[in-house]
């Protein structure tokens, strides 16, 4: 199983189990957690869970969920009875949404980490402003940040550019998954507000999530090491 200490994620971004499970092989499950999100998840459906969790991975389920609180409350359910060490919701479904999900997990007595996502990071200003949101995306994570934390949020998912406030704002306890984040030796991809892993951590990250950077190495344990060992120092 993963020492509970270990902050890092890796990002299985594959089309089908047979390709992720093929990462999977080349990975160590005592030195990092994985993430299982929207494309595998649907190609693939809950066997994904059951194979990984069977390989000795805790699983990181990003979906996103966002709907009317019920509905949102029954796929968080579902989604801790397969034993998942971490799902999240949108903030932007509002607090009572959250509550109910929260409630749910509470009442079934399910410790699966509930978090919140706040803005997306490949989202700028611009972007925000062409929702209607006429503020700068520091803004807005905050405001989505102290809502989710009163509505029973575990912590949220956001740039590590924000992290230091919301440190400031949410305290240390307060879980804060980034993604995001790139080695220096990476390209930035699709992802606009990056740093590296030490900079995240420094900066008030809880947990890194990373992709590429170790799943298209050509030695991915090597990339996962040089990354461990870029915290270490």
Request: hydrophobic fraction near 40%; charge should be negative; glycine fraction near 8%.
């Amino acid at each position: 199983m993963p020492r509970p200490d270990t902050p890092l994620i890796i990002a299985l971004d594959y089309p089908d189990l047979d390709q992720a499970l093929a990462m999977t092989d080349r990975l160590d499950p005592a030195r990092c957690r994985v993430k299982v999100g929207k494309e595998l998840f649907t190609r693939s459906g809950p066997r994904v869970l059951e194979v990984l969790h069977a390989r000795g991975f805790e699983v990181f389920l990003d979906l996103k969920f966002h709907d009317i609180p019920h509905t949102v409350a029954g796929a968080v359910e579902a989604a801790a009875d397969h034993g998942v060490w971490m799902v999240n919701v949108h903030a932007g479904g509002g607090r009572r949404m959250m509550e109910a999900a929260r409630e749910r997990l509470e009442n079934r007595r399910l410790t699966t980490h509930l978090i919140a996502v706040t803005v997306l990071t490949s989202m700028a200003r611009e972007d925000l402003v062409e929702i209607g949101v006429d503020d700068e995306p520091l803004t807005q994570v905050e405001r989505l940040a102290a809502l989710a934390q009163c509505s029973g949020m575990d912590g949220v998912v956001c740039s590590a550019q924000e992290a230091t406030a919301l440190r400031a704002l949410c305290g240390d306890t307060f879980l804060k998954v980034t993604p995001g984040i790139r080695p220096s030796a990476s390209s930035g991809d699709d992802q606009r507000r990056t740093l590296t892993p030490a900079q995240a951590l420094e900066a008030g990250s809880t947990h890194l999530v990373i992709g590429r950077p170790v799943t298209q190495a050509s030695d991915p344990m090597a990339a996962l090491g040089a990354i461990e060992h870029e915290l270490d120092r």
